[in-house]
Each structure stands twice: as C-alpha cells, then as structure tokens.
C-alpha cells in the first residue's frame, strides 16, 4: 500500500495580515502629518498621533478584507484539491 497524500490548505494569518496592515497605516498617517500642511490648532504631536491612529484603523481594516478574500480563496482550492483526491484514490 502506498501512504495517500491530502492537500494541505494554507490559510492566511489573520494577526499578522492585520497588524502589518496597523502598522503601515501608522506609517502612512505619520508621513502624511509630518510633510502635510501644518494645523494652527494642534500641535505637530497631536495631528500626528491623531492622524496616524486613523489610517492605521483604516490600513487594518483593509488588510483584514484581503486576509479574508485570500482565506475565501484557500478554502475554494482546497476544496477543489479535496475533490480531486477523493477521485484518486476512488479510481486506483
């Protein structure tokens, strides 16, 4: 008898997707705050905090939308792979 083979489904990490993408998006604010126009009302700290802290909640929530399209796609193919094992192993 020769040991079957079952595909492996590889699933995204939902933590790392997210904050990489909290991260990024802090990146992205804090570069926006310090070469934007300046805020007579705020200190440079305080736009820069505030606005980093917005596009890191919008950075994580995107890369969580991707790391659940990216999942929704490792299911399918996985599935898909299923299928074709089980018919393989029905026609040996």
Do not use: N
């Not at 079957?4 to 992205?28: D, E």
């Not at 820069?48 to 929530?61: E, N, P, R, Y």
């Not at 659940?68 to 040996?92: F, G, I, N, P, Y």
């Amino acid at each position: 008898m020769s040991p079957q083979q079952y595909p492996i489904r590889r699933a995204p990490s939902f933590a790392a997707f997210i904050g990489t993408g909290a991260v990024l998006g802090f990146v992205i604010g804090a570069l926006v705050s310090v070469f934007g126009p300046p805020t007579p009302d705020y200190s440079s700290g305080s736009t820069l905090l505030f606005i980093g802290v917005a596009c890191a909640v919008v950075g994580a929530l995107i890369a969580g939308a991707l790391a659940v399209a990216l999942d929704h796609r490792s299911v399918k193919k996985w599935e898909r792979l299923q299928q074709l094992a089980e018919r393989s192993t029905h026609t040996d």
